[in-house]
């Protein structure tokens, strides 16, 4: 009986230490805008013939390999939430 008693004991208590807690975000995650919409603004910009679209996180951006209004092959970044083009540079 005593055995069988410490088996349930030692099987609840591994069922206890395995569960999963989880917990709310501290922050509510704000949103990030879609590469296709990403390529709608910037097309509204007067970019065209995009090549490279790649979101980099650690820097809250989006860049961008592009044709400019000039016909210029260029790099832009953009920020992640906004849309804004933080920067263009000749590529």
Same mark, same amino acid.
Do not use: C, W
């Given at each position: 009986?005593?055995?069988?008693?410490?088996?349930?004991?030692?099987?609840?208590?591994?069922?206890?230490?395995?569960?999963?807690?989880?917990?709310?975000?501290?922050?509510?995650?704000?949103?990030?805008?879609?590469?296709?919409?990403?390529?709608?603004?910037?097309?509204?910009?007067?970019?065209?013939?995009?090549?490279?679209?790649?979101?980099?996180?650690?820097?809250? &951006? #989006? =860049?961008? +390999?592009?044709?400019?209004? *000039?016909?210029?092959?260029? &790099? #832009? =970044?953009? +920020?992640?939430?906004?849309? *804004?083009?933080?920067?263009?540079?000749?590529?």
């Amino acid at each position: 009986m005593k055995f069988k008693l410490f088996v349930l004991s030692v099987s609840t208590m591994g069922l206890f230490f395995m569960s999963t807690a989880h917990a709310d975000p501290i922050e509510k995650p704000s949103d990030v805008i879609s590469i296709p919409k990403a390529m709608k603004i910037l097309e509204k910009g007067g970019y065209y013939d995009f090549r490279k679209i790649k979101v980099v996180r650690e820097y809250n &951006e #989006i =860049e961008v +390999d592009a044709l400019n209004k *000039d016909g210029h092959r260029v &790099e #832009i =970044e953009m +920020d992640l939430y906004t849309g *804004d083009i933080m920067q263009e540079q000749l590529d």
